[in-house]
């Protein structure tokens, strides 16, 4: 009990009734997966349509190979490196990953050179295990300092505890995280990053075929071949793990991102990545609850010219609902209390959480409306005088024995 005053005490909570959702003969169905993880969203507003396990650490395995690719993207966007800037094919990345490996290879020769932009292809076409050796060779001093390169790279695109030991996610013996740790929510994250930053190479992961050097090869995505609006990205299998994906549709103006993990076959993988993205298109609707624009709730301000700040978000808030909702929708300002002036106008203050009763549909940044001066040195000292009251009431609720 003591404990939740606390936290409501640090972290304060207005929350706000939506309006409903549309009147409805019937609840919506209940949906589950097959999948030991899992994690979709809509794109547009970033809905989170179905969570399961979200957040449980699992092996990346091959796709790793997708934060391979975002950090090239990256590369190439900010003129580090363009597609035609080549790179040794070394030893170590023919044996390892070429065709001695007999692994996913794209069969590049031992001691030639490649260009950038046929490794990009072999790699999001074939999830070529030479490709990602040799691109994170010829970008970093070896293949371990750029694997902290795509750790690094997770953290600044916001994925807080993804971890990659190597460019291909293939087991490391030596390495206590194996081929490395991610969850599906952040492989949902990633997949995300690849399709919005980097639209004109994220085509790649659509391509049905690759012939380089002579070489005719498929693309390896099984979602590709049902032609149901799926344009990436990748699949993935660990022994003791089991088999996983990440994949993106659009159809109908809307995208979905979609990461399932622990599944018992690739037969079991296709068939649940179809079903759960057809649920996902056919079962929700959208519906806006604020206006572009519109003050969505106030945050108390200490010592400033003004006691409250309104709150809004920079978009209008919109979210996928299920078309036959039987639940209130509701939405919960958090912010970290209290504010101190002086305070700029669009300031990030706190953050908007939208729920269908109980499961959590979206959150977002909010920002101040408007600015806030500090006030009269008489209205700092009464606020001043008002927070540490407060805050020692608190700290005695905090340190006062629960009675028994």
């Known amino acids: 009990m003591l404990r939740r005053l606390f936290f409501a005490f640090s972290f304060f909570l207005i929350s706000i009734e939506c309006l409903p959702a549309a009147a409805q003969q019937a609840p919506a169905p209940a949906f589950d997966t097959k999948a030991a993880q899992a994690f ?71 001691k030639s050179r490649v260009r950038v932009g046929d490794l990009i292809q ?86 049905a075929d690759f012939t380089w050097n002579r070489i005719f090869q498929r693309n390896r995505n ?8 799926v344009d990436g990205l990748g699949t993935g299998f660990t022994e003791g793990e089991g088999y996983s994906i990440v994949a993106s549709i659009q159809r109908d103006g809307r995208r979905l991102f979609l990461a399932l993990g622990g599944l018992k076959s690739d037969k ?5 990545t179809r079903r759960v993205l057809e649920w996902g298109l056919s079962n929700f609707k959208s519906q806006r609850i604020f206006a572009d624009g519109e003050v969505i709730g106030d945050a108390s301000v200490y010592g400033g010219a003004q006691s409250t700040v ?17 639940d209130r929708l509701s939405a919960r300002i ?13 300031y990030e203050a706190g953050t908007l959480r939208v729920f269908s009763g109980a499961r959590l549909l979206r959150e977002l940044p909010l920002y101040t409306k408007n600015g806030v001066a500090q006030g009269t040195l008489s209205s700092r000292a009464f606020d001043a005088f008002m927070e540490l009251t407060e805050s020692l009431l608190f700290s005695w609720l905090w340190d006062t024995p629960t009675p028994t």
């Open 268 to 272: 079991e993988r296709t068939e649940e």
């Open 40 to 110: 979709m969203i809509e794109a547009s507003t970033g809905t989170i349509l179905l969570a399961k396990d979200e957040n449980q650490p699992i092996s990346p395995a091959s796709l790793a190979k997708l934060m391979t690719l975002d950090v090239v993207f990256d590369a190439v966007g900010r003129g580090e490196i363009s597609l035609d800037t080549e790179y040794p094919v070394s030893e170590n990345a023919w044996r390892k990953g070429g065709a001695p490996s007999r692994t996913s290879t794209m069969f590049a020769a031992l």
């Open 310 to 326: 309104g709150l809004l978000a920079k978009l209008p808030v919109d979210v996928y609902v299920p078309l036959n909702n039987p």
């Open 122 to 207: 072999g790699v999001a076409v074939q999830q070529a295990n030479d490709g990602c050796m040799i691109l994170a060779e010829g970008m970093s001093v070896n293949e371990k300092e750029f694997a902290r390169r795509m750790t690094a790279h997770a953290r600044e695109i916001g994925m807080p505890r993804a971890v990659f030991t190597n460019s291909t996610g293939l087991p490391d013996p030596d390495d206590p995280n194996g081929g490395g740790k991610i969850s599906v929510r952040e492989l949902v994250t990633l997949a995300q990053d690849l399709q919005e930053k980097h639209a004109d190479l994220y085509k790649y992961f659509g391509q």
């Open 222 to 229: 099984p979602m590709l071949l049902l032609n149901i609006g």
């Open 334 to 346: 958090v912010y970290r209390w209290p504010l101190t002036a002086p305070i700029a106008a669009g």
